[in-house]
Protein backbone atom coordinates (compact mmCIF):
# COMPACT_ATOMS: atom_id res chain seq x y z
CA UNK A 1 0.00 0.00 0.00
CA UNK A 2 1.61 3.15 -0.70
CA UNK A 3 0.85 5.79 2.06
CA UNK A 4 0.72 9.47 0.31
CA UNK A 5 0.62 13.18 1.78
CA UNK A 6 -1.64 15.77 0.05
CA UNK A 7 -1.11 19.68 0.17
CA UNK A 8 -3.63 21.45 -0.86
CA UNK A 9 -5.97 18.49 -0.33
CA UNK A 10 -8.84 21.25 0.31
CA UNK A 11 -8.33 22.75 -2.95
CA UNK A 12 -10.39 21.40 -6.56
CA UNK A 13 -7.42 19.10 -7.45
CA UNK A 14 -6.83 18.11 -3.89
CA UNK A 15 -10.36 16.95 -3.28
CA UNK A 16 -10.14 14.76 -7.29
CA UNK A 17 -6.69 13.37 -6.28
CA UNK A 18 -7.92 12.16 -2.93
CA UNK A 19 -11.86 10.76 -4.43
CA UNK A 20 -9.85 8.72 -7.08
CA UNK A 21 -7.11 7.58 -4.17
CA UNK A 22 -9.92 6.56 -2.42
CA UNK A 23 -11.19 4.45 -4.89
CA UNK A 24 -7.97 2.84 -5.42
CA UNK A 25 -6.89 -0.32 -3.59
CA UNK A 26 -3.14 0.32 -3.95
CA UNK A 27 -2.72 4.16 -2.41
CA UNK A 28 -4.06 5.25 1.04
CA UNK A 29 -3.84 9.25 1.84
CA UNK A 30 -2.58 9.57 5.52
CA UNK A 31 -2.51 12.96 5.86
CA UNK A 32 -3.90 16.21 3.74
CA UNK A 33 -2.02 19.97 4.76
CA UNK A 34 -3.95 22.91 3.47
CA UNK A 35 -5.03 26.55 4.29
CA UNK A 36 -8.33 25.90 4.68
CA UNK A 37 -8.23 22.97 7.40
CA UNK A 38 -11.68 21.42 6.42
CA UNK A 39 -11.58 17.75 7.00
CA UNK A 40 -13.73 15.99 4.36
CA UNK A 41 -12.91 12.46 3.90
CA UNK A 42 -11.46 9.82 6.02
CA UNK A 43 -7.67 11.15 6.75
CA UNK A 44 -6.71 14.05 8.99
CA UNK A 45 -6.17 17.67 7.67
CA UNK A 46 -3.12 20.06 8.97
CA UNK A 47 -2.34 23.53 8.07
CA UNK A 48 1.38 22.17 7.59
CA UNK A 49 2.21 18.38 7.03
CA UNK A 50 5.01 19.03 9.13
CA UNK A 51 2.24 18.78 11.73
CA UNK A 52 0.91 15.39 11.21
CA UNK A 53 2.96 12.56 13.06
CA UNK A 54 2.46 10.23 10.07
CA UNK A 55 5.19 9.77 6.93
CA UNK A 56 4.43 9.09 3.61
CA UNK A 57 6.08 7.81 1.30
CA UNK A 58 5.36 10.51 -1.04
CA UNK A 59 3.82 14.28 -1.14
CA UNK A 60 1.44 14.91 -3.47
CA UNK A 61 1.29 19.05 -4.24
CA UNK A 62 -1.47 20.65 -5.59
CA UNK A 63 -1.18 23.73 -3.45
CA UNK A 64 0.25 27.22 -4.56
CA UNK A 65 3.47 29.03 -4.65
CA UNK A 66 3.02 30.69 -0.96
CA UNK A 67 2.62 26.91 0.51
CA UNK A 68 6.26 25.47 -1.92
CA UNK A 69 9.10 26.66 0.36
CA UNK A 70 7.43 25.13 3.68
CA UNK A 71 6.04 21.95 1.99
CA UNK A 72 10.22 21.66 0.15
CA UNK A 73 11.76 21.87 3.67
CA UNK A 74 9.27 19.07 4.95
CA UNK A 75 10.58 16.96 1.91
CA UNK A 76 14.30 17.94 2.28
CA UNK A 77 13.59 17.06 6.13
CA UNK A 78 11.70 14.02 6.21
CA UNK A 79 13.46 12.49 2.66
CA UNK A 80 10.20 12.33 1.49
CA UNK A 81 9.78 12.29 -2.42
CA UNK A 82 7.81 15.08 -4.06
CA UNK A 83 5.27 15.00 -6.67
CA UNK A 84 4.87 18.95 -7.54
CA UNK A 85 1.91 20.06 -9.39
CA UNK A 86 1.55 23.53 -8.30
CA UNK A 87 1.76 26.19 -11.36
CA UNK A 88 3.16 29.82 -10.98
CA UNK A 89 6.21 29.37 -9.39
CA UNK A 90 8.72 31.83 -9.72
CA UNK A 91 12.35 30.81 -11.26
CA UNK A 92 13.62 30.68 -7.72
CA UNK A 93 11.24 28.00 -6.53
CA UNK A 94 11.56 26.22 -9.60
CA UNK A 95 15.57 26.29 -9.22
CA UNK A 96 15.05 25.13 -5.08
CA UNK A 97 13.41 22.72 -6.75
CA UNK A 98 15.78 21.27 -8.94
CA UNK A 99 18.53 21.79 -5.89
CA UNK A 100 16.40 19.53 -3.87
CA UNK A 101 16.52 16.82 -6.44
CA UNK A 102 20.15 16.12 -5.31
CA UNK A 103 18.54 15.11 -2.25
CA UNK A 104 15.45 13.75 -2.91
CA UNK A 105 13.43 12.84 -5.87
CA UNK A 106 10.89 15.56 -7.50
CA UNK A 107 8.39 14.88 -10.11
CA UNK A 108 7.50 18.21 -11.42
CA UNK A 109 5.59 18.50 -14.66
CA UNK A 110 3.30 21.49 -15.76
CA UNK A 111 1.08 19.14 -16.76
CA UNK A 112 0.01 15.73 -15.19
CA UNK A 113 -1.98 14.28 -18.01
CA UNK A 114 -0.67 11.35 -19.72
CA UNK A 115 -2.38 12.36 -22.92
CA UNK A 116 -0.02 15.85 -22.87
CA UNK A 117 2.83 13.96 -22.53
CA UNK A 118 2.02 11.90 -25.41
CA UNK A 119 1.49 15.45 -27.45
CA UNK A 120 4.28 16.95 -26.43
CA UNK A 121 5.95 13.76 -28.15
CA UNK A 122 3.80 13.46 -31.30
CA UNK A 123 4.80 17.40 -31.32
CA UNK A 124 8.30 16.77 -31.36
CA UNK A 125 8.16 14.21 -34.24
CA UNK A 126 5.83 16.53 -36.19
CA UNK A 127 8.19 19.42 -35.73
CA UNK A 128 10.97 17.25 -37.14
CA UNK A 129 9.48 16.43 -40.16
CA UNK A 130 7.06 18.90 -40.75
CA UNK A 131 8.08 22.69 -39.03
CA UNK A 132 10.62 23.66 -42.03
CA UNK A 133 7.97 23.37 -44.09
CA UNK A 134 5.23 25.28 -42.10
CA UNK A 135 4.54 27.69 -39.72
CA UNK A 136 3.57 27.12 -36.07
CA UNK A 137 1.00 27.81 -33.62
CA UNK A 138 -0.52 27.21 -30.34
CA UNK A 139 -4.08 28.07 -28.95
CA UNK A 140 -4.78 27.24 -25.32
CA UNK A 141 -8.33 27.56 -23.78
CA UNK A 142 -9.05 27.28 -19.89
CA UNK A 143 -11.84 28.15 -17.82
CA UNK A 144 -12.23 31.95 -16.84
CA UNK A 145 -10.68 31.29 -13.55
CA UNK A 146 -7.81 30.74 -14.44
CA UNK A 147 -4.86 33.30 -13.11
CA UNK A 148 -1.81 33.09 -15.40
CA UNK A 149 -2.22 33.13 -19.39
CA UNK A 150 -0.19 31.35 -21.23
CA UNK A 151 -0.93 28.22 -19.51
CA UNK A 152 2.25 26.33 -18.44
CA UNK A 153 1.25 23.43 -20.42
CA UNK A 154 1.35 25.77 -23.33
CA UNK A 155 4.82 26.96 -22.47
CA UNK A 156 5.79 23.10 -22.00
CA UNK A 157 4.58 22.32 -25.29
CA UNK A 158 6.42 25.39 -27.02
CA UNK A 159 9.80 23.78 -25.57
CA UNK A 160 8.80 20.49 -27.21
CA UNK A 161 8.59 22.39 -30.29
CA UNK A 162 11.80 24.26 -29.75
CA UNK A 163 13.82 21.04 -29.05
CA UNK A 164 12.75 19.78 -32.54
CA UNK A 165 12.36 22.47 -34.42
CA UNK A 166 15.28 22.86 -37.56
CA UNK A 167 15.58 26.29 -36.81
CA UNK A 168 15.47 28.15 -32.97
CA UNK A 169 11.76 29.69 -32.82
CA UNK A 170 11.29 33.18 -31.25
CA UNK A 171 7.41 33.08 -29.25
CA UNK A 172 5.16 35.48 -29.76
CA UNK A 173 2.27 36.44 -27.42
CA UNK A 174 0.75 39.55 -28.29
CA UNK A 175 0.44 41.07 -32.42
CA UNK A 176 -2.17 43.56 -31.75
CA UNK A 177 0.46 46.22 -32.45
CA UNK A 178 1.80 45.05 -35.76
CA UNK A 179 1.49 45.51 -38.91
CA UNK A 180 3.10 42.97 -40.64
CA UNK A 181 3.08 39.71 -42.66
CA UNK A 182 3.91 36.67 -40.04
CA UNK A 183 7.41 36.35 -40.06
CA UNK A 184 8.70 33.11 -40.37
CA UNK A 185 10.47 30.68 -37.17
CA UNK A 186 8.19 32.55 -34.94
CA UNK A 187 4.99 30.11 -32.74
CA UNK A 188 2.41 32.46 -31.88
CA UNK A 189 0.77 31.48 -28.14
CA UNK A 190 -2.40 32.19 -27.90
CA UNK A 191 -4.64 31.88 -24.76
CA UNK A 192 -8.58 31.89 -24.40
CA UNK A 193 -10.25 31.91 -21.24
CA UNK A 194 -14.07 31.47 -20.53
CA UNK A 195 -16.71 29.32 -18.58
CA UNK A 196 -15.85 26.30 -17.35
CA UNK A 197 -13.11 24.98 -19.74
CA UNK A 198 -11.22 22.71 -18.16
CA UNK A 199 -8.09 22.64 -20.64
CA UNK A 200 -7.59 22.52 -24.65
CA UNK A 201 -4.60 22.71 -26.05
CA UNK A 202 -3.94 22.79 -30.12
CA UNK A 203 -0.68 22.96 -31.92
CA UNK A 204 -1.38 23.83 -35.97
CA UNK A 205 1.28 23.34 -38.29
CA UNK A 206 0.12 25.36 -41.07
CA UNK A 207 1.57 24.46 -44.50
CA UNK A 208 1.07 25.68 -47.83
CA UNK A 209 -2.77 24.44 -49.11
CA UNK A 210 -2.62 21.96 -45.66
CA UNK A 211 -3.05 22.41 -42.30
CA UNK A 212 -1.90 19.40 -39.37
CA UNK A 213 -3.21 20.12 -35.92
CA UNK A 214 -2.89 18.23 -33.05
CA UNK A 215 -5.20 18.41 -30.32
CA UNK A 216 -6.17 17.03 -26.65
CA UNK A 217 -8.99 18.28 -24.46
CA UNK A 218 -9.48 17.31 -20.85
CA UNK A 219 -13.10 16.72 -19.81
CA UNK A 220 -12.39 16.78 -16.32
CA UNK A 221 -9.75 16.93 -13.78
CA UNK A 222 -9.36 13.38 -13.37
CA UNK A 223 -7.31 13.30 -16.17
CA UNK A 224 -4.93 15.64 -13.82
CA UNK A 225 -5.10 13.70 -10.91
CA UNK A 226 -4.86 10.06 -12.66
CA UNK A 227 -1.14 11.55 -13.51
CA UNK A 228 -0.29 13.01 -10.74
CA UNK A 229 -0.76 9.60 -8.60
CA UNK A 230 0.43 7.64 -10.94
CA UNK A 231 3.59 9.80 -10.81
CA UNK A 232 3.75 9.32 -7.18
CA UNK A 233 4.08 5.36 -7.66
CA UNK A 234 6.50 6.10 -9.93
CA UNK A 235 9.07 8.03 -8.04
CA UNK A 236 8.55 6.31 -4.55
CA UNK A 237 11.20 4.52 -3.82
CA UNK A 238 13.74 5.93 -6.00
CA UNK A 239 16.97 7.56 -5.83
CA UNK A 240 17.33 11.59 -5.68
CA UNK A 241 16.75 13.11 -9.59
CA UNK A 242 14.52 15.54 -11.25
CA UNK A 243 11.60 13.18 -12.95
CA UNK A 244 9.24 14.10 -15.08
CA UNK A 245 6.30 12.68 -17.57
CA UNK A 246 8.75 11.63 -20.13
CA UNK A 247 10.18 9.42 -17.32
CA UNK A 248 6.99 7.93 -17.40
CA UNK A 249 6.73 7.40 -21.23
CA UNK A 250 10.09 6.41 -21.54
CA UNK A 251 9.11 3.14 -18.67
CA UNK A 252 5.53 2.40 -21.09
Known sequence: ????????????????????????????????SDIVSETYSDFPVYASLADAPARADAVIDFSNPAAFDGLLTYCLETKT???????????????????????????????????????????????????????VEIVEKHHNRKLDAPSGTALMLYDALAEALPYDPTPVYDRHERREPRPAHEIGISAVRGGTIVGEHDILFCGTDETVTLSHTALSRDAFAVGALRAARYIAGREPGLYDMRDIMASI
Do not use: H, W
Not at 13 to 21: E, F, N, S, Y
Not at 90 to 115: K, T, Y
Open 1 to 32: MLKLALSGCCGRMGRTVARLAAASADTKIVAG
Open 81 to 135: PLVLCTTGLSDAQIAAARDASREIPVFRSANMSLGIALLADLARRAAAVYGEYCD
